[in-house]
């Protein structure tokens, strides 16, 4: 079992920045790939960017440019710098790990970016 614990959410404006951290504990492994996915309202959840313990990200065409993943495999974090963003961004953000044992989910922070 992998518990996750996200930060960072909030209200800003756009073209305004944010920095969403998620903290992992558990079963974590040597092992895994760890990601960042958002829900807006009336839409279904969608893959932001994600990160392998080996340090490739991938990213959403439509966050390419503007977003930054990273981690931190000795304090077992994952951070998504958001530069630049818009409106559209607005959505319920989730932090992911997916290890050993499966698919584990946070909580989810709030992010909305006002026009």
């Known amino acids: 079992q992998v518990q996750l614990v996200e930060s960072g959410g909030g209200l800003v404006q756009a073209g305004g920045s944010l920095r969403l951290s998620c903290a992992a504990s558990g079963s974590i492994g040597s092992i895994n790939v760890m990601g960042w996915y958002r829900q807006a309202p009336g839409k279904q959840r969608e893959l932001v960017a994600t990160i392998t313990s080996g340090g490739r990200a991938n990213y959403a065409d439509s966050v390419k440019g503007r977003f930054t993943i990273s981690r931190d495999n000795a304090k077992n974090t994952v951070d998504l710098q958001m530069n630049s963003l818009k409106p559209e961004d607005t959505a319920v953000y989730y932090c992911?790990?997916?290890?050993?044992?499966?698919?584990?989910w946070g909580q989810g922070t709030q992010v909305t970016v006002s026009s």
């Open positions: 992911n790990h997916v290890g050993p044992l499966g698919r584990s």
